[in-house]
């Protein structure tokens, strides 16, 4: 590139407007604005300051001067050019040069990325899961719970082996505890056996939109008070609908891993649905308890059930393996500390 008295002078690429092949061009800008394109003709163009547009170019693409015609002059950009055509360096773009070019910055914005990322995922994300929740049609959540109990039996559920009169306790024990408990639908208490000999488990779980699941062994382990308790837990969880909020978690994180991974996130989408739902888990857990807590405390028992009911059943968690009851419910000791708080002070479980 060379300067003479008459204007700046720049090397550029010429587009017709009607092939997209571009054409080496000298083009000098006069003091006027005018332009004198020379495309290797003895006749070089001229295009006055009225008869091109100056388009302002992002970041470090061309500088674009857009003929009436449609034809485009792409000179290169730096600062000669800038400062010819009048497009100067944007205020947001000299930030952004000014932090690449200090590694101390980008370092300090990719930190603040991670945890503004990572807040997104573990606050951002449930606060959006509790407002979704509540708007999905009962209709939806009826089909999800059916498909989710018929594949339930297929790979994990056996039918039960309890009499009927053993099968009517906790249908009795939810009865009457909807008398201080309002939930949307009529719960459904179902029993089904779980596991084999030494490796029954005592389970429960609350399925979309109003079903809850008895085993065998956890109705034949808990008296009244006990299993009451554990009822009222469950019942805690479809009160505050934990399975659509989580539902909602996982669908938003498998289409975010998708977006950011491509067509088969692996296990990155199932890295971030264990780190998202293991807190989550113990929220929910946790908010479980003081639901069944203020309920037994307002119906007059006793609220130490629940902990005992919790220390039955984890006498035999190591033997009965991944699928019994405490295997979704995780920090046991916590949770036992807290009932204890409770029980002794008479005040909510903290947050």
Do not use: W
């Not at 009225?50 to 009436?68: C, D, F, H, M, Q």
């Not at 030494?198 to 008296?223: G, H, R």
């Not at 978690?249 to 491509?262: D, K, P, Y």
Request: charged share 25%.
């Amino acid at each position: 590139m060379t300067t003479d008295k008459d204007g700046e002078q720049f090397e550029g690429l010429f587009f017709d407007g009607v092939s997209s092949r571009g054409e080496r061009t000298r083009c000098v800008r006069e003091s006027g604005g005018d332009l004198l394109l020379d495309c290797g003709s003895n006749d070089p163009r001229r295009i006055s300051a009225r008869e091109y547009a100056t388009i302002r170019p992002v970041g470090n693409s061309p500088i674009v001067l857009r003929l009436k015609d449609g034809a485009e002059l792409h000179v290169a950009t730096d600062a000669r050019s800038r400062a010819v055509f009048g497009v100067g360096v944007p205020r947001l773009t000299r930030l952004v040069e000014g932090i690449e070019n200090r590694p101390i910055s980008v370092l300090s914005v990719v930190l603040v990325a991670i945890g503004v990322s990572a807040a997104s995922y573990i606050y951002g994300l449930p606060l959006l899961a509790k407002n979704i929740a509540p708007r999905i049609p009962i209709a939806v959540k009826r089909e999800i719970g059916s498909q989710g109990l018929t594949f339930l039996d297929k790979v994990m559920f056996m039918p039960t082996g309890l009499s009927e009169e053993q099968q009517a306790r906790p249908r009795r024990l939810v009865e009457g505890l909807q008398s201080i408990v309002t939930l949307p639908l009529m719960p459904i208490v179902m029993t089904r056996r779980m596991g084999h000999g030494d490796k029954e488990a005592a389970n429960a779980m609350a399925l979309l939109p109003n079903t809850i699941i008895t085993t065998d062994k956890l109705v034949a382990s808990l008296d009244d008070a006990e299993l009451e308790a554990v009822l009222a837990h469950e019942m805690g969880h479809l009160h505050l609908d934990h399975s659509t909020q989580s539902l909602v978690r996982g669908s938003a994180v498998s289409i975010a891993t998708l977006v950011l991974f491509g067509g088969d996130p692996g296990v990155f989408q199932a890295l971030a649905i264990n780190l998202i739902d293991s807190k989550n888990s113990r929220d929910h857990e946790r908010e479980a308890d003081r639901f069944a807590l203020d309920s037994l405390a307002r119906r007059g028992g006793d609220p130490m059930a629940l902990h005992k009911a919790l220390r039955k059943i984890s006498e035999g968690h190591e033997e009965s393996g991944l699928g019994s009851y405490l295997s979704s419910h995780p920090m046991t000791d916590d949770r036992l500390r807290e009932i204890e708080r409770y029980s002794l002070h008479g005040r909510r479980v903290s947050e």
